[in-house]
């Protein structure tokens, strides 16, 4: 391990957790009996529980850590519009209308969070920079500009090509072929978000149990009995919300999700002169590897956050770190000697075909497998299936009817994921 790249204060928790610490757990006394479990207290459970309690039901949520410690305070905080196939790839295998109708949540889950934010009065540093996606090589930007050129209709979203020419407005670097960039992307700082979230939900009367893992659901009509780390609870009905941590003890949905490491550094604070040539505005960045690299400004414009998988198989933050700020210096050639303050990871959940899915199986209400950008679809996904908990109509979606596929012998380890990202990461460089 190369210990002289990292500051002094090195550590492997997230660099949001710096000003939103993990709050205490607490610890409750359990209910014998709730009209609803969530299990897990990121963006999906929390949002689901708000709008269930807001309804006037009891609910509980139970996470095996403390509160919002997955991805929910973890990610890079960039939001999209969330959806990975394109219109063409969805029309081929659902028909036009679901299609039309699948890509509409994406921009449904980014109006959802900008709403959300605002009329809860959450204050998480959101705004719309936009994001600007590099093209790594001349044959993806042709692409990516014919692609931004042919949007389907109705569907349009705001891009705008940015020859190599023009590339220094968006990113100080030589090291790509231009780009689009997307003038609706937007960002928060995803910690002070939860927080937030988590706030709403106490006041809504929602109990949380913090370190209180949920060990079995075993159907008990007319509902449920689980089995925590802190006793057995009865309940009419159970959402699981846990999406790239879920466990064996939702078997149905551990088999269709694939949980995929990403791993983030933070780069020690950087002279101001220094991040405005990097980074001349506050857009999100990104490339167009398929094994893709993410990074940002951190809110106050000090840092550099850069994430993205640097090796095939999962690692440790501190073995990933190295990696990262090597391919960081080969964007920035300047940063080749910068210190690491801050280097993590967290468990994406990936589906077999790269779509969110949300639902019900065996009575089980599940919201899940946001593919690597949930910020905005786990929270509105999260609202969504309370609705349909509830019974309500507006908690109909694109993606109901679709399917969750999973595949023969799968049972939640990704044994072929090492192999996967080795041969994307292989292409990325090739295709240069
Ligand atoms: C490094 C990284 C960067 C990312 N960057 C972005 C980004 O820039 N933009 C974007 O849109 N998305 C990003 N994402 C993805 C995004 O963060 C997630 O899609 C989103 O937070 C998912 O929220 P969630 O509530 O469904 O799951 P999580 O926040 O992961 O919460 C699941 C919780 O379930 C709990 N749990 C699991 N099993 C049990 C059990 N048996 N009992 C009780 N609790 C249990 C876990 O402890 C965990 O706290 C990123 C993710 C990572 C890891």
Redesign the pocket.
């Known amino acids: 391990m190369q210990s002289d790249i990292f500051t002094e204060d090195f550590t492997t928790d997230p660099y949001w957790w710096d000003e939103t610490p993990r709050p205490e757990p607490g610890r409750p006394d359990l209910p014998q009996r709730v009209d609803v479990v969530v299990?897990?207290?990121?963006?999906?459970?929390?949002s689901a529980a708000l709008q269930l309690a807001r309804a006037g039901r009891s609910v509980l949520v139970?996470?095996?850590?403390?509160?919002?410690?997955?991805?929910?305070?973890?990610?890079?905080?960039?939001?999209?519009r969330?959806i990975k196939p394109g219109y063409e790839e969805l029309t081929r295998r659902y028909g036009a209308d679901t299609a039309f109708g699948i890509i509409r949540e994406g921009a449904n889950a980014l109006d959802w969070v900008t709403d959300f934010v605002a009329a809860e009065r959450i204050d998480c540093d959101f705004a719309v920079p936009g994001k600007f996606t590099a093209a790594h090589s001349s044959v993806e930007f042709e692409k990516m500009a014919r692609a931004a050129e042919n949007q389907p209709e109705g569907l349009a979203e705001p891009l705008r090509v940015v020859t190599r020419a023009e590339q220094h407005a968006e990113i100080g670097t030589d090291a790509y072929y231009g780009g689009i960039v997307n003038e609706s992307t937007a960002s928060l700082d995803?910690a002070k978000f939860?927080a937030g979230l988590l706030d709403r939900v106490r006041e809504a009367g929602v109990l949380i149990a913090a370190r209180?893992?949920?060990?079995a659901i075993e159907e008990a009509a007319p509902g449920f009995r689980l089995t925590?780390g802190r006793g057995v609870v009865r309940a009419r009905n159970v959402l699981v919300?846990?999406?790239?941590?879920?466990?064996a003890?939702?078997g149905w949905q551990r088999r269709r999700v694939i949980p995929i490491?990403?791993?983030?550094i933070a780069t020690e604070a950087l002279p101001k002169a220094l991040m405005d040539r990097l980074m001349p505005t506050d857009r999100?960045l990104g490339d167009s590897r398929k094994v893709v690299y993410?990074y940002r400004p951190s809110p106050d414009r000090t840092r550099i956050l850069f994430?993205g998988r640097v090796s095939a198989g999962e690692t440790d933050p501190r073995k990933s770190a190295p990696l990262l700020r090597r391919d960081l210096a080969a964007i920035f050639p300047e940063l080749a000697d910068i210190r690491v303050s801050h280097s993590?990871?967290?468990?994406?959940?990936y589906t077999f075909d790269t779509l969110a899915h949300v639902g019900c199986n065996e009575n089980v209400h599940f919201?899940?497998g946001?593919c690597?950008?949930?910020?905005?679809?786990?929270g509105y996904l999260?609202m969504r299936v309370a609705q349909q908990m509830l019974g309500l109509k507006e908690g109909r979606t694109a993606f109901d009817g679709i399917g969750f596929p999973t595949r023969p012998f799968y049972t939640g380890r990704p044994w072929f994921l090492a192999a996967s990202v080795a041969y994307f990461r292989w292409r990325d460089g090739w295709s240069r």
Do not use: K
């Not at 139970?62 to 999209?80: F, K, L």
């Open positions: 299990v897990g207290s990121g963006y999906t459970g929390l139970c996470d095996a850590e403390e509160a919002g410690w997955g991805c929910s305070t973890r990610n890079g905080g960039q939001i999209s969330s995803p939860h209180c893992p949920v060990t925590t919300a846990s999406n790239g941590y879920t466990g003890v939702s490491g990403s791993y983030i999100m993410y994430g993590w990871m967290g468990f994406v959940a919201a899940m946001y690597g950008s949930g910020v905005s679809m786990s999260g």
